[in-house]
DNA sequence: TTGTAAGCGTTATCAC
DNA sequence: GTGATAACGCTTACAA
């Protein structure tokens, strides 16, 4: 059985408003009435219906998650992170997964609205302009999260891709590599193109770049398979490189695995530094270093600046969060 | 602006019975009609509102799904599974993280109730008799996932535990290993003890018990860093040992690495078989052996059967899944 | 084929 | 302090 505000205000031999109020702690009864309110709650174990209470409120107390599947160590941590504010605030968190990279982003939107969410996050997928237009409409508030808009003015929260391919590589070449190669994750203007952008300026800045970008291999994705499968054809365009920058912690595994397979020795013939810092990198062998990015904290930045549109209104602005480089085992010194 | 069903009706010249009738299509109304509302519809951009619809459905489309933080790797492929299926019942699914080890799982089942979602899925960790209770009280089915309750009949999906042990440990017994130890994760009783025991009886039944279980490391939980730290001890007490199972592919990735450390090559030295196949498993180098758990397909019946018993309302039955030996490169034919 | 109106479980605006 | 009662946006008898 499952009771209502009635039963409890019946049972109590007070009005449902009366009950209301002190489920909502307002003014206006004696603590006398309260005691009593609270008594046959508890009796009962009457919990508020919070789909009713949303109907009234308007607010649903429940935000959205849009992920792309394409790696689900890297949205666990994001997600974990904006759990642990979303609990905090009393909400609950809907994750869509959408599966082959947008397919049913629209789908997806269109189930959330009717679901009146309060407020959506946008994570790693680039926004298109059929899905602004859309949230727009349906009036919520969007943060993204580890990806940008260049098309919209919406709030993010994500490390500088350049800057931290650019660390990346200086951290190489400080090492004292100056043969470095890059396998890169494809052409995206959000994660794609910066990180190369940011790895050929900092080989620049250092009077190391090639003339040709014979030492970057163009993949198509961030994915492992994508890594063991390039890695060969950049060693064959780059043979003397003493280093790799992966633009992945997923591809730098698979190129790793690439270069053992061949019989090369991992950082003695060759090292590597991945992008991401997933739970992977550690348990790696050996152990990868790479380029953090904090995703666990940025999910709970972009969760709390969620809920600070969604209660004072204000635009949140966009933050760029810090990277940092994990030393771990890959990196040799020349 | 967002529309009701009202301004909908208003605008077609309908009453909103009708307006819902063809929402629903319900019988009752005219082709002309509909076109009419349809077009309005159009117009509009109207949605239903789906926290009124829950309000008097008493069905919100949405389920609940609790898991343990423990390894976002091993959460992430059930959550996929259970989101495609659940997304193809046109419902949504609120996900519960419960931090600590069960720290939060009263409140979370506590909110999810009053979301009055449809059914919830538990995934792989204890159902406590406090939790049970209350779920019942909550009236909504539930399925356990990875998991199973001896106390209470609850249906659930999972691998049996012994069985697939019991085949890892008789798999490296048929490639000759004779001197096999173990690092569990545990002495829970869902798959601390099973494991442990199914490991045991497969040597048994080749007549390779050792007297002691000093082959046996017990762990305190199943995850990379209980591996590594672990590892060494085993070697200690069973130096001649050429095979090793670890009770999660994390474990066996810890022990890799603590191995590897100390100079041993895998899988000369040491054959080493995981349990799980994570996404890690084929990212190792090298590329770790292990019992595949299907996660996703766990998945997948886990929320099916939970529409099962939504719709049909009768009961679903426990499904023991299948396991398989993935065989890759950390075990050496003796 | 269509409309009226009650009801789902709350909150909020009035009165008293 | 407290209680009627009208919303909230929908579905669903019951009438017509």
Known sequence: ??????????????????VSRILNN?????????????????????EPNAVARGLVKKRTHTIGVLFPSVSSLFSGKLLSGIESVTHAKESSVIVCHTQELGSKTMKYLHLLNEKRIDGLIFASEVLKGEYYDYIQKMGVPLVLLATESPEFQVPYVKVSDYQASYSAARYLIEKGHTKIGMISGGD????GIPRIEGFKQALKDHALLPLNEENIFWGEDFGYKEG?????FLLKRFPNMTALFCASDHLAMGAMSAAVEIGMKIPEDLSIIGYDNLPIAEMATPPLTTVEQPLEEMGKRAAAGLFRMLESGDKMRAEIMPHQIIERKTVKHL
Do not use: W
């Open 188 to 191: 995206d203007v959000i994660a």
């Open 26 to 46: 307002q003014p206006g009864y004696s603590e006398k009435t309260k005691a009593k309110v609270l008594q046959v709650i508890e009796e009962l174990g009457y």
């Open 1 to 18: 059985m499952v009771y209502t505000i009635k039963d409890v205000a019946k049972q109590a031999r007070v009005s449902t408003a009366t």
């Open 228 to 232: 063991k499968k390039n890695f060969p």
